[in-house]
């Protein structure tokens, strides 16, 4: 941790005569924030969260949006020592409760209009909201530092699924932050100067190495935009003369169909894809809207970057050839599952020594995704375990069927992926006198208790 | 003699974005009537409710706030939306 301290220090004193960051707000209005700017405030925001006793080993909930003040304060977490748990704000309170209740934060650090959602979780704990850019301390407990159970080593508890029907809590070092974003950078050949468009939620590991530290160690402009609407996207990349970007193919799609003959993008250099599955038919698409290099790769929560195509040599529908970091076999005895070994991987799952003796079997990483090889070029064919993408983020099918089943209205449920949705088959628990209204009403509950995401798109009485 | 042209334009807007919401949800014209739940019943995520808002705003020349987006339920509700903003927009 100390390691990130010092690599974020030397950055942020070390920049040129341009902004470190730029936010673009919903209305379209910009602020640039200097690299001294970003490193005063994370130096008062770590002097705030060591007043409240935060300190080294202290594992704090991160229940924030994407933005500026984001980063902030995970640098200044950093910066501490402490332990950030960075959750997406699109989570409900199944996905809360397990994750509190796995990582059983000292301290949450939240949006003030997300505390409501945190209201079962508050006693005992100090409690932090942003609101506008100001952090105000809600309430104070006692704050504990290193815990017996998480190596020193261990950086950030990032959450994930494998389709068991709850979230895994990643004990994730600096090296994916570090020797992640630095691999990635010099891959897509991101040069010091330039500038990076960030759009995804800050909470996804992709965001995190991608988005927030690749900028930060390669000294690149990072955009932060809160919106993909594609109007705003394509004025965004010409305004602010983005030359990378980083996002998933259906937000790519959704821009590229928004594109017009007559647009052009003369800084953009290259658009770089994960998440989930690009098409050859899409990476065309792309190339034909936008007229550079698309560089589809693959990373997991438990060490990301594994492999990313290369400017100039970008192979439709491989995933690109590995990082030098990253040994990688494929398990032809076990459906030709992807395994991978690297310095850095995740030491384990918090708290979930079944789980990890599962995933991390001597030495090598399982990552739960079918694959092969194409000369150097690893392709992803498709995922093994009981999870699905919707727009490139994940979705255990299992946690979907649990969250239906607690609905009293609810027998059973059966849950799968059909023609790429989620797909809910429900026995009531009592007579049904108007479905439509019954799903409706159900698809209102499941929202209040699970991310909207990953509510069915349909629900179907069986 | 009675103004007809305001509930033309009305109902020339709604064929319109009636084809839009059809074509990004990949549904029958027919199957786009204004008490279908846009999300529930015509299967719309949220990417596709986006695209479907941008190619709304880019044919009608009107913009809306994304976030009104959350509050409309059915195909009725987003038509009422547009048609506000044009009104207040012109």
């Given at each position: 941790?100390?390691?990130?301290?010092?690599?974020v220090?030397?950055?942020?004193?070390?920049?040129?005569?341009?902004?470190c960051m730029?936010a673009?707000?919903?209305?379209?209005?910009?602020?640039?924030y200097?690299?001294?700017?970003i490193?005063?405030s994370v130096?008062?925001?770590?002097?705030?969260?060591?007043?409240?006793?935060?300190?080294?080993?202290?594992?704090?909930?991160?229940?924030r949006?994407s933005s500026v003040d984001f980063v902030v304060s995970l640098l200044a977490?950093?910066?501490?020592?402490?332990?950030?748990?960075?959750?997406?704000?699109?989570?409900?309170?199944?996905?809360?409760?397990?994750?509190?209740?796995?990582?059983?934060?000292?301290?949450?650090?939240?949006?003030?209009?997300?505390?409501?959602?945190?209201?079962?979780?508050?006693?005992?704990?100090?409690?932090?909201?942003?609101?506008?850019?100001?952090?105000?301390?809600?309430?104070?407990?006692?704050?504990?530092?290193?815990?017996?159970?998480?190596?020193?080593?261990?950086?950030?508890?990032?959450?994930?699924?494998?389709?068991?029907?709850?979230?895994?809590?990643?004990?994730?070092?600096?090296?994916?932050?570090?020797?992640?974003?630095?691999?990635?950078?010099?891959?897509?050949?991101?040069?010091?100067?330039?500038?990076?468009?960030s759009?995804?939620?800050m909470?996804?590991?992709?965001t995190l190495?991608?988005c927030v530290f690749?900028p930060l160690?390669?000294?690149?402009?990072a955009?932060v935009?809160?919106?993909?609407?594609?109007?705003?996207?394509?004025?965004?990349?010409?305004?602010?003369?983005?030359?990378?970007?980083?996002?998933?193919?259906?937000?790519?799609?959704?821009?590229?169909?928004?594109?017009?003959?007559?647009?052009?993008?003369?800084?953009?250099?290259?658009?770089?894809?994960?998440?989930?599955?690009?098409?050859?038919?899409?990476?065309?698409?792309?190339?034909?809207?936008?007229?550079?290099?698309?560089?589809?790769?693959?990373?997991?929560?438990?060490?990301?970057?594994?492999?990313?195509?290369?400017?100039?040599?970008?192979?439709?529908?491989?995933?690109?050839?590995?990082?030098?970091?990253?040994?990688?076999?494929?398990?032809?005895?076990?459906?030709?599952?992807?395994?991978?070994?690297?310095?850095?991987?995740?030491?384990?799952?918090?708290?979930?020594?079944?789980?990890?003796?599962?995933?991390?079997?001597?030495?090598?990483?399982?990552?739960?995704?079918?694959?092969?090889?194409?000369?150097?070029?690893?392709?992803?064919?498709?995922?093994?375990?009981?999870?699905?993408?919707?727009?490139?983020?994940?979705?255990?099918?299992?946690?979907?069927?649990?969250?239906?089943?607690?609905?009293?209205?609810?027998?059973?449920?059966?849950?799968?992926?059909?023609?790429?949705?989620?797909?809910?088959?429900?026995?009531?628990?009592?007579?049904?006198?108007?479905?439509?209204?019954?799903?409706?009403?159900?698809?209102?509950?499941?929202?209040?208790?699970?991310?909207?995401?990953?509510?069915?798109?349909?629900?179907?009485?069986? | 003699?009675?103004?007809?042209?305001?509930?033309?334009?009305?109902?020339?807007?709604?064929?319109?974005?009636?084809?839009?919401?059809?074509?990004?949800?990949?549904?029958?014209?027919?199957?786009?009537?204004?008490?279908?739940?846009?999300?529930?019943?015509?299967?719309?995520?949220?990417?596709?409710?986006?695209?479907?808002?941008?190619?709304?705003?880019?044919?009608?020349?009107?913009?809306?706030?994304?976030?009104?987006?959350?509050?409309?339920?059915?195909?009725?509700?987003?038509?009422?939306?547009?048609?506000?903003?044009?009104?207040?927009?012109?």
């Amino acid at each position: 941790m100390s390691e990130l301290r010092e690599v974020v220090r030397e950055a942020l004193s070390d920049w040129g005569e341009y902004p470190c960051m730029i936010a673009v707000n919903a209305s379209g209005e910009a602020t640039e924030y200097s690299a001294s700017t970003i490193k005063s405030s994370v130096d008062a925001q770590a002097h705030f969260f060591r007043d409240i006793g935060v300190r080294r080993g202290t594992v704090v909930l991160m229940f924030r949006e994407s933005s500026v003040d984001f980063v902030v304060s995970l640098l200044a977490l950093f910066d501490v020592g402490a332990i950030p748990v960075p959750v997406k704000s699109e989570y409900r309170s199944f996905e809360l409760d397990s994750i509190i209740d796995n990582a059983r934060p000292d301290v949450f650090l939240a949006e003030e209009d997300h505390l409501a959602l945190l209201a079962p979780h508050l006693s005992g704990r100090s409690v932090i909201a942003h609101s506008k850019g100001r952090l105000r301390i809600v309430q104070r407990a006692d704050v504990s530092g290193i815990r017996d159970d998480i190596p020193p080593t261990v950086a950030s508890i990032n959450y994930t699924y494998r389709g068991y029907g709850y979230p895994l809590g990643a004990l994730l070092p600096a090296a994916p932050y570090i020797d992640g974003a630095r691999k990635l950078g010099e891959r897509i050949d991101a040069r010091a100067g330039e500038r990076l468009l960030s759009c995804l939620p800050m909470a996804n590991i992709v965001t995190l190495v991608g988005c927030v530290f690749l900028p930060l160690l390669r000294r690149l402009t990072a955009v932060v935009v809160t919106s993909i609407h594609p109007g705003r996207i394509l004025g965004a990349l010409r305004t602010y003369d983005i030359a990378h970007v980083i996002a998933v193919p259906e937000v790519y799609a959704l821009w590229a169909r928004a594109t017009r003959d007559d647009q052009s993008f003369p800084k953009l250099r290259a658009l770089t894809s994960g998440g989930s599955t690009l098409s050859p038919s899409l990476q065309s698409a792309l190339i034909g809207a936008f007229g550079v290099d698309v560089l589809n790769g693959y990373g997991l929560t438990e060490y990301t970057p594994i492999s990313c195509n290369r400017p100039g040599n970008a192979r439709e529908g491989t995933i690109g050839p590995l990082f030098d970091n990253v040994t990688c076999r494929i398990d032809r005895a076990n459906g030709n599952e992807i395994l991978v070994k690297v310095p850095g991987v995740a030491h384990g799952y918090y708290r979930g020594g079944a789980e990890t003796g599962e995933a991390f079997v001597e030495g090598w990483f399982r990552t739960g995704d079918r694959g092969s090889f194409e000369n150097d070029h690893l392709i992803f064919e498709s995922e093994i375990k009981r999870t699905m993408k919707i727009n490139g983020a994940m979705v255990d099918l299992e946690e979907v069927k649990r969250a239906i089943e607690a609905d009293p209205a609810v027998q059973s449920a059966e849950v799968n992926r059909e023609s790429g949705r989620i797909v809910a088959r429900i026995v009531p628990s009592g007579p049904v006198s108007e479905e439509r209204e019954s799903v409706k009403a159900l698809r209102a509950r499941m929202k209040e208790r699970i991310a909207p995401y990953k509510v069915p798109a349909t629900i179907l009485f069986s | 003699m009675p103004d007809y042209s305001e509930s033309s334009e009305t109902e020339e807007m709604r064929e319109r974005v009636s084809a839009i919401v059809a074509r990004i949800a990949r549904v029958n014209i027919d199957e786009v009537e204004d008490d279908v739940l846009i999300r529930a019943e015509l299967g719309v995520d949220s990417l596709m409710a986006l695209e479907i808002l941008a190619s709304c705003e880019r044919e009608l020349d009107v913009k809306i706030p994304e976030e009104r987006l959350a509050e409309v339920e059915e195909v009725g509700e987003f038509l009422q939306l547009l048609e506000q903003a044009r009104k207040t927009q012109k």
